[in-house]
């Protein structure tokens, strides 16, 4: 089992690029979870999906953040455009069974310059 | 608003001692409770997790121990090796909804 994949593991870009983050979950799991560290304010949760559908969106910052699920094998959170705050380690992770324990990727380092 | 708190930011303890790592949250709602460990450039990985209706869990050198009265709940590593060097993450969730709330961390540091 290759766990949960995420690309890129490192982006630099340029406040007011588009930035998209890709993750693709472990096979067979249900839930997917987008989440977000900081040093301020530690880990977040950003937005969750059972079986593709969006089912709690509340944590995402604002409108230029956006995630959609359209397989069960992939998710993408978009962030247009990017500001320098956004700067942080996003983390996708997925999990078979609500409540379970849930299964992340190694995050992809974004950096907003 | 901090939900889950890990007031500790850093430990250190020598290798073979007991290393204890605490945790306290605010929700009474919080039903379940899970312990993280994550590696540098790693994702958090699972470690140990407790339901409201036990107060404590073993799992080889790992035991959580839950007061629910203190709204408290403490991870402990005995025997503690340089290879439990890592940033420690106690998570909760309730049973009302799903999301996880995470402490900010306590970063473990064996010695030999």
């Known amino acids: 089992d290759a766990g949960v994949i995420q690309s890129p593991r490192h982006e630099v870009t340029e406040m007011g690029q588009e930035v998209t983050l890709r993750c693709k979950p472990i096979?067979?799991?249900?839930?997917l979870f987008w989440y977000r560290q900081t040093m301020m304010r530690g880990l977040e949760l950003l937005i969750y999906f059972n079986n593709n559908v969006p089912i709690d969106d509340s944590g995402m910052p604002e409108d230029r953040f956006s995630a959609k699920m359209p397989n069960a094998s992939f998710s993408t959170l978009k962030i247009q455009p990017s500001e320098p705050r956004d700067s942080a380690v996003y983390f996708c992770?997925?999990?078979?069974?609500?409540?379970?324990?849930?299964?992340f990727g190694p995050g992809t380092r974004l950096t907003v310059t | 608003d901090q939900q889950v708190k890990q007031n500790s930011p850093s430990l250190s303890v020598q290798e073979g001692r007991i290393s204890i790592l605490n945790c306290d949250y605010t929700n009474s709602m919080f039903d379940y409770f899970l312990w993280y460990k994550k590696y540098p450039a790693e994702g958090p990985t699972f470690l140990i997790s407790i339901s409201s209706i036990k107060d404590k869990n073993e799992d080889g050198r790992f035991t959580v121990f839950l007061n629910k009265s203190a709204k408290h709940l403490s991870l402990h590593i005995v025997p503690s090796q340089p290879g439990d060097s890592a940033v420690y993450f106690c998570?909760?969730?309730?049973?009302?909804?799903?999301?996880?709330?995470f402490g900010k961390g306590t970063s473990l540091l064996v010695t030999p």
């Open positions: 992770a997925s999990s078979h069974i609500r409540g379970d324990e849930q299964y």
């Open positions: 998570a909760a969730s309730a049973h009302s909804g799903y999301a996880l709330n």
């Open positions: 096979s067979g799991h249900d839930y």
